[in-house]
């Protein structure tokens, strides 16, 4: 289903230098197949726990919105994803499509974690990407919900990294 939140288009500095551009593979337009693969990517990037890895898939100008944060530019993101999964233990996530046009997608997610206490939680939310023409993405707009759970109640059972092909996404989960 091919969906377009708004046709608003946001002006972003060009690249300074040739370095500062990348091709990132499925570039727009998406097609539903390269929609699903590019979220696919994106949720084996974040499993990876890499700030540097995951930073290339943005632009170097790339901006952000992740619950009261706004990080501006790779260095930002990469100091933000260091933060991040250092609080956040044992980070596994799970992505789904929900929408695409042209240079956007929409997505859903869930993912689990815990905190050094022990504490568990399931953080769901939505996010807006859009894309450059070189499959960089250049806008981020996350929301995110915490729900406390108790361990034996944990869905995720994967070793660290890269979901299995063979494990459930989220709709199969019921989540």
Request: glycine fraction near 6%; charged fraction near 30%.
């Amino acid at each position: 289903m091919d969906t377009l939140v708004s046709n608003q288009q946001t002006q972003v500095a060009e690249p300074n230098t040739r370095e500062d551009i990348a091709t990132r593979p499925p570039v727009p337009p998406f097609t539903r197949e390269s929609a699903i693969q590019k979220v696919r990517l994106a949720e084996d990037g974040w499993n990876s726990r890499d700030p540097e890895k995951v930073a290339l898939a943005y632009t170097i100008d790339s901006r952000w919105r992740n619950r009261a944060e706004f990080p501006n530019g790779r260095q930002e993101i990469i100091q933000f994803l260091k933060r991040k999964w250092a609080k956040e233990l044992d980070y596994r996530l799970i992505k789904e499509l929900w929408a695409y046009n042209g240079n956007r997608i929409a997505v859903r997610f869930a993912y689990e974690w815990h905190d050094d206490s022990g504490n568990w939680f399931r953080s769901y939310g939505n996010e807006n990407w859009e894309f450059d023409d070189h499959g960089l993405m250049r806008f981020r707009y996350a929301c995110i919900n915490d729900l406390p759970f108790k361990e034996p109640e944990r869905k995720y059972h994967w070793p660290l990294g890269r979901r299995p092909d063979a494990h459930p996404g989220l709709s199969n989960l019921g989540l």
